[in-house]
């Protein structure tokens, strides 16, 4: 994402708080994965007050930017956060984060941007605590839909990293082994009044290759765009079970108690 798609951030993020509100989890370390300068740091602040903030930072956002946008929201969990760059994670496919240290893995329009978003599941696997939750969203792959129908040549288009529906990310999720996957989808219909805004959203969104060399002929392109916006959360439970091999799950002996029975009784 980039600075003109700011306001789609903000405004999937709030959504997805609102879709938290009937979650009941005990928090003492959250993740935010992209971070951004926007509107959620206050709602997380007032939501969260105890909770120790740790983000990856988006990709081109300064450390000092991050932090000023923090201190105007009254962030009250700013100076016990931890902030690391999202070129970082992308660079070894790890969150700088010790296996089993959050309680909720926050992500906002990013997993359409990875080849892979199944590294992504097994990071949150990873860092999750027992009974942990991740919840995320990303655009799906209707984003953009007018802009395919076009003549060939009009624009460079370019389909998503990603371009999973929400059937494919609930098996990923069955698949890395989290449990009570949770998906919906929407879409967001985007009306523009000249040519130029729509082509700045299409790039922030990753939608063109290069730029285009002119402007294509007026009336050419549409005045609408669709997003599809694919929400899901599921649970880290049973993290003490070895993956299952040919449909047997294996426990760990230490993990098996030993009930016994009093002499006396």
């Known amino acids: 994402m980039t600075q003109p798609i700011r306001w789609l951030q903000d405004e999937i993020a709030d959504r997805m708080l609102q879709k938290l509100d009937i979650v009941k989890l005990d ?55 931890n902030t690391t760059a999202f070129a970082t994670y992308q660079l070894n496919g790890r969150f700088d984060l010790p296996d089993n240290s959050v309680d909720l893995v926050f992500s906002d329009l990013m997993l359409q941007d990875l080849p ?27 984003t953009g839909k007018e802009l395919r129908t076009l003549e060939p040549g009009v624009l460079k288009l370019k389909n998503l990293l990603s371009p ?12 890395e082994r989290f449990s009570d996957p949770v998906m919906d989808m929407e879409y967001l219909h985007l009306d523009y009044e000249t040519d130029s ?6 790039k922030a969104l990753k939608l063109l290759q290069e730029p285009a060399a002119e402007m294509p002929k007026k009336g050419v392109l549409p005045k609408k765009m669709t997003l599809e916006v694919v929400y899901g959360h599921a649970w880290a439970i049973g993290k003490h079970l070895a993956r299952a091999q040919d449909r047997v799950a294996y426990i760990d002996i230490n993990q098996i108690g030993r009930k016994t029975r009093s002499d006396s009784a």
């Open 27 to 81: 928090i003492k370390d959250i993740l935010i994965v992209p971070d951004f300068p926007g509107k959620h740091l206050s709602a997380f602040a007032k939501r969260y007050p105890t909770a120790a903030i740790l983000s990856v930072t988006e990709k081109g956002i300064s450390g000092f930017e991050m932090w000023r946008s923090k201190v105007m929201s009254n962030w009250r969990s700013l100076f016990s956060s």
């Open 116 to 142: 892979d978003p199944r590294h992504f599941l097994k990071e949150c696997w990873r860092v999750l605590r027992e009974g942990g939750l991740v919840t995320f969203s990303y655009l799906g792959p209707d």
């Open 164 to 175: 999973w529906d929400m059937h494919d990310m609930g098996d990923a999720l069955m698949g």
């Open 197 to 202: 805004l729509l082509l700045a959203d299409a």
